[in-house]
């Protein structure tokens, strides 16, 4: 058919050969099950997802109790894929735009939207300034940020706690068991001002 399925944390997943998917759905359950339960969703929040793939955090959000989830992500294919599964998975709360999430989180900002919540799940490579200083503008309650790289994870946390939010907590996840590789959930709140 072009694409495969998948069932992760109760929604159903398409997957096109040219959009990014978690490769050990177990461990992924823990580490989405972890990002859920950081962003603390009460019902009426508005969430992004930036870098959002396939939508995955966004939806299973979604699905959970946020009451509003805009995602964004570079890879068009991954946005076909996304807002299919939004159907798929009967989401009326939760729309996709095809952006690079830096210039996405700018426009937000300019526009002077306010989201409560933001996750972020970049590449290998992290985020950079321009992301990182429109999440700052834009100010939301929580950060929950999903890293596959401690290295960029740190650099970005750095520049964070440096502007206004701290770090609560992280959990670490064994995605790749008998390897040096570890994902990381992490909770940045905004600090009282």
Not at 70 to 85: F, K, P, Q, W
Not at 123 to 129: H, I, L
Not at 140 to 150: F, N
């Amino acid at each position: 058919k072009g694409y495969i399925e998948d069932i992760l944390c109760g929604c159903r997943f398409r997957i096109s050969p040219k959009s990014f998917y978690q490769i050990n759905p177990v461990q992924t359950e823990v580490l989405y099950g972890k990002a859920i339960e950081f962003a603390n969703l009460k019902g009426n929040e508005t969430v992004l997802d930036t870098y959002c793939g396939i939508g995955t955090i966004g939806i299973i959000a979604a699905k959970n109790g946020a009451g509003n989830v805009i995602g964004a992500e570079l890879n068009g294919d991954a946005v076909r894929d996304a807002i299919v599964n939004a159907r798929a998975n009967n989401l009326k709360n939760i729309r996709f735009y095809k952006a690079d999430a830096g210039e996405f989180m700018r426009e937000a900002a300019d526009e002077d939207e306010k989201p409560d919540v933001v996750f972020m799940d970049p590449p290998r490579s992290g985020s950079d300034e321009k992301f990182l200083s429109s999440v700052v503008t834009l100010n939301p309650k929580r950060v929950v940020y999903v890293s596959c790289d401690p290295t960029t994870l740190a650099r970005d946390l750095k520049y964070l706690t440096k502007h206004g939010y701290s770090a609560v907590t992280a959990v670490p996840v064994d995605m790749f068991p008998a390897t040096e590789h570890v994902e990381t959930v992490c909770l940045l709140s905004r600090k009282a001002q």
